[in-house]
């Protein structure tokens, strides 16, 4: 069966899309200075090496599903989405001291070898906390050269353009609370699922939907139906993230086990297990949560805790029941037929992944 990513031939044109821009990014940065061959190779490396695509998928199809008719530019538009997601992955692997990113050294790791091959001066590690900072940044930047440039008529791209907009303020402000929260020590689901909301689930489904219903001209009940569908959709799928962060296999992931753990993430899965657990077992995974040096038999008796506390089972029934409502949002929806079938395959393969 075709994956529904696959489907119009829509991952290989989104990577042919930005094979070319990123191709013609690396002209201009050579003509700047050789040096920034790292700054193309990392870039390239980074945004074509994987990645599923799911939020140009979404983009396009709710585009398709308004009424739109293919096209190459449109194509190109949508797969914008994929510099804003590698922005924002590289700034979250820097704030996280994640190591490795779908199975390669992260960004900043990335850069700190480089440093580190070459004998430069100064702290390697600091070089490389330097150097994902403004990578991160100029995907952001290449994000909007890369929708304008798109060949998309001027007039669809007015209606969409606030839509991308507030989209990446949305993911950023995200990411504060995400940080935020830790510190805080504030363990409630409702801030575990307001931090979902906005990291991940606005920008992973809803606002790529309503971007390309915007392409398309959608009427105000379309949109009103995407949001329906997309936002319940997105905090599921954020929420199969969060499952993963602590009992993912690394081997498919492509990231250390249990470095949710590590990092102190205080996600919905955590606030879920402090619901029923005793002040002792609170205790306990406070002593392990957001402890760096975490090791396996650490990170092993974290999820044995959060295993027995029945928080597993409590985030499967909400990620059900949240997928649940985004379908019946998108059955009562003026949608076309075959964007319908696919966004019903999209939404199945959002919430029951594996990586």
Do not use: C
Not at 163 to 176: H, I, L, S
Not at 301 to 306: G, K, S, V
Not at 316 to 333: G, V
């Amino acid at each position: 069966m075709t994956s529904p990513l696959e489907r119009a031939g829509l991952r290989p044109r989104v990577d042919k899309a930005l094979a070319a821009f990123l191709a013609a990014q690396r002209t201009r940065l050579l003509a700047i200075d050789d040096a920034l061959a790292d700054v193309a190779d990392a870039l390239e490396a980074f945004v074509l090496r994987g990645g599923k695509r799911l939020r140009p998928a979404f983009a396009y199809w709710g585009y398709r599903g308004a009424g739109g008719i293919d096209s190459d530019h449109v194509v190109t538009a949508v797969a914008a989405l994929e510099l804003v997601q590698a922005g924002a992955l590289i700034h979250d692997d820097l704030m996280d001291r994640s190591d490795t990113r779908r199975g390669e050294p992260s960004v900043h790791k990335r850069f700190a070898a480089r440093h580190a091959a070459a004998a430069w001066r100064g702290p390697a590690g600091a070089f490389g906390d330097n150097a994902a900072v403004l990578l991160g940044d100029l995907a952001l930047v290449w994000s909007d050269e890369l929708l304008h440039g798109s060949g998309v008529a001027l007039e669809d791209l007015a209606r969409a353009r606030p839509v991308f907009d507030e989209m990446r303020t949305e993911v950023t402000v995200g990411q504060y609370l995400d940080v935020l929260t830790p510190v805080t020590g504030d363990t409630s689901a409702a801030r575990a699922s307001k931090v979902a909301r906005y990291k991940s689930a606005k920008y992973t489904v809803e606002r790529p939907l309503l971007m390309g219903a915007a392409l398309a001209a959608a009427t105000p009940a379309q949109l009103a139906a995407y949001s329906g569908f997309g936002l319940p959709l997105g905090e599921a799928f954020q929420l199969r993230d969060d499952v993963l962060g602590v009992f993912g296999d690394p081997e498919v992931t492509g990231k250390p086990a249990g470095d949710d753990l590590r990092e102190g993430k205080r996600t919905y899965l955590i606030a879920a297990a402090y619901e029923t657990l005793s002040a002792a077992g609170r205790a306990e995974v406070e002593r392990g949560l957001g402890d760096p040096g975490l090791d396996e038999q650490g990170v092993s008796r974290l999820r044995a805790i959060i295993t027995g506390s029945g928080a597993p089972a409590r985030t499967e029934a909400r990620i059900a029941a949240l997928t649940e409502e985004a379908l019946a949002a998108l059955e009562a929806a003026e949608v076309e037929p075959e964007a319908r079938a696919v966004l019903l395959e999209l939404a199945d393969a959002a919430v029951r992944r594996t990586v």
